[in-house]
């Protein structure tokens, strides 16, 4: 693996959760519990670009990740896929009609990449299962955080954590 891509990939969690926690000391009135993460990027919110430009960053950077994942057979073409969606996301903040359908697009075509390699490396790889079962328990408790909590952030920042994971495990694991 290029120590670039070694690179971004071991970075990659820094990015996104120091963003966020950026974007969310730069909102004081944003909560974990009311809001949806984009919230933070709506037109309506005089620094929303902040927020905006950190997803099409971590799109554009995960794209590039993806790709060369791709050319070692680790991830299938959904992982870049998902993360343009990402990049999508920021582009059309949430009063935009596409906005959903790429915030969704994101999360389901990542656990895709995520399952399919767990049940591609199942019988040569033991972490596999963690993938292969994760990737569903964790969209389901994703859904399931959805009717505890009035707003998205937690749910989000839940999926988020399991990919950021997936991405350093990703990085380690090309490494063996």
């Given amino acids: 693996m290029k120590k670039w891509v070694r690179g971004l990939g071991l970075s990659f969690p820094f990015l996104t959760f120091g963003g966020i926690f950026i974007a969310i000391h730069l909102n004081p009135w944003f909560s974990l519990?009311?809001?949806?993460?984009?919230?933070?990027?709506?037109?309506?919110?005089?620094?929303?670009?902040?927020?905006?430009?950190?997803?099409?960053?971590?799109?554009?950077?995960?794209?590039?990740?993806?790709?060369?994942?791709?050319?070692?057979?680790?991830?299938t073409i959904l992982f870049s896929l998902g993360m343009f969606s990402l990049l999508l996301v920021g582009v059309f903040p949430e009063e935009y009609k596409p906005h959903s359908f790429f915030a969704l697009s994101f999360y389901i075509l990542l656990f895709a990449d995520i399952f399919v390699y767990g049940l591609r490396a199942r019988r040569k790889k033991r972490f596999a299962i963690v993938w292969l079962l994760g990737s569903p328990i964790v969209f389901m408790m994703m859904l399931y955080l959805t009717t505890i909590f009035d707003g998205l952030a937690i749910p989000e920042l839940v999926g988020a954590l399991f990919i950021n994971a997936w991405i350093v495990y990703l990085t380690l694991e090309v490494e063996e």
């Fill in 33 to 75: 519990t009311e809001n949806a993460l984009s919230d933070m990027g709506s037109i309506k919110n005089p620094i929303g670009y902040a927020f905006n430009s950190l997803l099409v960053f971590l799109g554009f950077l995960g794209m590039v990740f993806g790709i060369e994942m791709l050319k070692e057979k680790r991830v």
